[in-house]
């Protein structure tokens, strides 16, 4: 009869400080990767909001807005040979992002792109992670199937950016717990997702006015004020 030997204590104590602190090392990690992608979505708000605000200094109109796009940048579409685009491109100069005529909403990055290339050659990419065609020029965000959206501004008094699903109408999709829209809210703003500069949406992200962090899914997209 063979006598087959049992870990001991100390063993088993060992083997569960090591699942311990491989459990802590991928979670860190996981952690560590957040963070750092939350922090391209601020930068890259950032980028947007300088340069919304530098082109309406030199230009007086919104990107977007801007009646003599096509007259100013004649070659606009050559670095958008692969996206799929409404040919149009001038706005109608009334100082409004409208949606409704399918045509400033997109010209807002396009706009962007022409008049930053010249200071910073910052170029926005119509590709999606999984490299399949995204539905026109909104450039892509640091999340899965995200991406920005500039919302008519017709009846309001300030322009709004949002970051969501470009898998869903009008970008509305999810991307983020509700935890961590919470989070990047409260470091931007207030942590309020109904008011504020920064506010949250999405089906299930929110409870009332308040992000309901009880809920796991990627449910939320956040808005933001430029």
């Known amino acids: ?24 090392a991928v979670t860190g990690g996981i952690g560590l990767i957040n963070s750092s992608t ?8 950032r980028q947007f909001k300088i340069g919304a605000n530098s082109f309406y ?4 109109y919104l990107p977007g807005d801007f009646p003599i796009a096509t007259t100013l940048w004649p070659n606009w579409y050559e670095p958008y040979a692969n996206c799929l685009l409404n040919t149009a491109l001038d706005g109608n100069g009334n100082g409004r992002i409208e949606t409704s005529n399918g ?35 909104n450039p892509q965000g640091p999340y899965d199937n995200s991406g920005y ?5 017709s009846t309001v008094q300030k ?8 898998l869903e109408p009008n970008w509305n999709g999810g991307v983020l717990t509700a935890s961590r829209a919470k989070k990047i809210d409260n470091k931007v703003d207030d942590g309020q997702a109904g008011q504020g500069l920064i506010t949250g949406g999405g089906t299930n992200c929110l409870a009332s006015t308040i992000y309901d962090t009880s809920q796991n899914c990627e449910n939320c997209y ?3 004020s430029l």
């Open 38 to 45: 939350d922090k391209i979505l601020i930068r890259q708000i």
């Open 159 to 166: 322009l709004n950016l949002r970051i969501g699903s470009y």
């Open 1 to 24: 009869l063979i006598m087959k030997k049992a870990f001991s204590l100390t063993e088993m104590s060992i083997v569960i400080v090591i699942l311990g602190l491989l459990i802590v």
């Open 149 to 153: 959206q500039i919302l008519d501004n």
């Open 57 to 60: 200094d030199i230009y007086e």
């Open 103 to 137: 045509v400033e909403d997109n010209s807002f990055f396009i706009h962007l792109v022409q008049f930053e290339h010249k200071i910073s050659n910052y170029l926005p990419s119509c590709r999606a992670l999984d490299n399949t065609l995204l539905e026109s020029s």
């Open 222 to 224: 956040l808005e933001f």
